[in-house]
């Protein structure tokens, strides 16, 4: 039975009979992914239940599926052998999420489960960076020497291949393992089993270096249409390889916190549905409290102007519309230039052709609006010295708002800063006084009040 045709109250009213070997029966034909998805959907209670059913040659890579903190309950819930089972089968990558994701102490004890040998490797991935290559490689892969038969090569491959990572690239190394190519098996299969490894090797590839940044593993692999980097160190000494399946896990991460980011929310440390009420307050309050800090500025810059307001009540009419769209226009603009350097298309050397550009068209946008506001003010809100004070600050606002937008990322990533935190409601926040600043100032000096 296929999980598409299987209901979730179906498992439960199984898990509920206690028909443990129907169940068990059903989990074996599911697709693992599916698997994992449904101990997710799970009690607590179930979920450990359901975890024992399944075949033990499985039970890692499902494990290695699912969310940081449901890995967590069933470390807590299983017995020490089954957990020494689970972590021993993990890959050394997986394995070192999983520890990195789990506390202090559950580390400890999970790594006097494991061998001396996964002990040592494990440790070993723990020392890089947090967010590093290091962090995300494993060390399965398959190595050549260069002075190799073809032949030789293929008797390798099919000795050391089983517990490789990937065998859709191999990897040249010296006696000292320093890399020296990368090969497709393609090219090793078609090739004549009397050529050497060296007479195939062009002496090209592309490597990261452990200590650097999880993202920049991430541009190179899209960039060079890899499906394995390998990892090196400063001498050239090949580490480990960060596979795609991994790479894929870190894309959703950074896009999931850019998000969290750009809606002022402090990233999540676990998935939103395991996230308790008290810690998603923890994450919003700060910014916010921050954001209303700075909202009492707005408040004073009114204040500031009140006599203004009072000779001309039709000016509070229009202070939506210009604050609005100058926020609007300077969140648009940043989200823009982030998403343009988050994926490498912008650097910072062409920051004096982000400016132009942005200057022509916040002229070009602060213009049309700025018109129609104009045609609004004087035909329908005031007369003509109305239509020209909201016009005028509507060009202006946009032009600042849209410059401002696109600026400060670059800014922040000038100073090494996460660009992401410019977030919309910062921004918005920004423009609000900076906007009603504008405003009642060029009211004052073409209205002369």
Known sequence: MMLKQLLFPEIKELIDRKDWRTLKDILANWQLPDV???LETLDESDRVIVFRLLNKEHAAEIFSEIEPDVQQELVEQLSNENI??????????????????MPGQITQQLLKLLTPEDRKETLGLLGYPEDSAGRLMTPNYVALLPNWTIEEALKHIRKSGRDAETLDMLYVTDKDEILLDDIPLRRVILTDLKASVKSIMDWSFIAINATEDQE???????????????????KGVLLGIVTVDDILDVIEEEVTEDLHKSASVVPLDMSYTATSSWGLYRRRITWLSLLALAGFFSSSVIAAFESTLSAIVALAFFIPVLIDSGGNTGSQSATMVIRAISIGEL????????????????????TSLGLILFLWGTFWKGGGQIGLVVGISMITIIFISNLLGSLLP???????????????????????ATGLLIYFSIARLILKI
């Open 410 to 432: 670059i800014i922040l990533t000038k100073l090494k800063l996460d660009p992401a935190v410019v977030s919309s409601p910062l921004i918005t926040t920004v423009i609000d």
């Open 36 to 38: 994992a998805d449904l």
């Open 347 to 366: 650097t910072l050397g062409k920051w004096f052709s982000v400016i132009k550009k942005e200057i022509i068209v916040g002229l070009m946008l602060g």
């Open 216 to 234: 920049e593993a991430a541009r190179m692999m899209k960039h060079y249409n890899l499906t394995a980097l390998p990892v090196i160190d400063e």
């Open 84 to 101: 020494r089972q689970i972590i021993s089968e993990l890959s050394p990558d997986d394995r070192t999420e999983l520890f990195e994701d």
